[in-house]
C-alpha cells in the first residue's frame, strides 16, 4: 500500500493528468455509464460470441478467466488508480462522470460528465 501512497505523490506532467483524465473519468466512468444507459456492453457481446468457439476445446477455462479479468480485476485496479493519482476527489469525479453517463440523454447528465471531467482533471494534478 506504501507503494501507491507513493506513486500518488509523484508530480505528474500536464500529458499524464490529461491521459489519465482521458482513460480513467471519461473511458472508465462516462462510457460504462453510457453503456448501462443504452443496455449494451460491448465485452459481454465479445465475450458471449467467443464462448461457443471455445467450448469443447482445451482452452474452455479462458472464457472464465477472461470474465473474472474484464468484469473484476480491471474496474477494481481502475478505481485503486483513480484514487492513487486522484484521491477522494478523483473517486468523486469518477462516479460523477459514471452517473452522469448514465443520465446522459438529459442536462442533468451532460452537466455531471462535464462537471466530473473537471473535477477529474483538478484531483489529478492538484497535490
Given at each position: 500500500?506504501?507503494?501507491?501512497?507513493?506513486?500518488?505523490?509523484?508530480?505528474?506532467?500536464?500529458?499524464?493528468?490529461?491521459?489519465?483524465?482521458?482513460?480513467?473519468?471519461?473511458?472508465?466512468?462516462a462510457a460504462e455509464g453510457l453503456w448501462i444507459h443504452t443496455g449494451v456492453n460491448p465485452l459481454e457481446e465479445i465475450l458471449n460470441a467467443f464462448t461457443p468457439l471455445l467450448q469443447g476445446t482445451h482452452f474452455?477455462?479462458?472464457?472464465?478467466?477472461?470474465?473474472?479479468?474484464?468484469?473484476?480485476i480491471i474496474p477494481i485496479f481502475q478505481i485503486l488508480l483513480t484514487y492513487a493519482w486522484g484521491g477522494i476527489l478523483g473517486l468523486l469525479a469518477l462516479l460523477m462522470a459514471?452517473?452522469?453517463?448514465?443520465?446522459?440523454?438529459?442536462?442533468?447528465?451532460?452537466?455531471?460528465?462535464?462537471?466530473?471531467?473537471?473535477?477529474?482533471?483538478?484531483?489529478?494534478?492538484?497535490?
Open positions: 500500500m506504501s507503494k501507491i501512497y507513493l506513486f500518488a505523490n509523484m508530480p505528474q506532467p500536464e500529458d499524464t493528468v490529461n491521459i489519465a483524465v482521458k482513460e480513467l473519468i471519461v473511458g472508465f466512468g474452455e477455462y479462458c472464457v472464465t478467466l477472461s470474465w473474472i479479468l474484464i468484469f473484476v459514471f452517473i452522469g453517463g448514465i443520465f446522459i440523454s438529459n442536462i442533468v447528465g451532460i452537466f455531471l460528465v462535464f462537471a466530473g471531467i473537471l473535477l477529474g482533471i483538478y484531483s489529478f494534478s492538484a497535490d
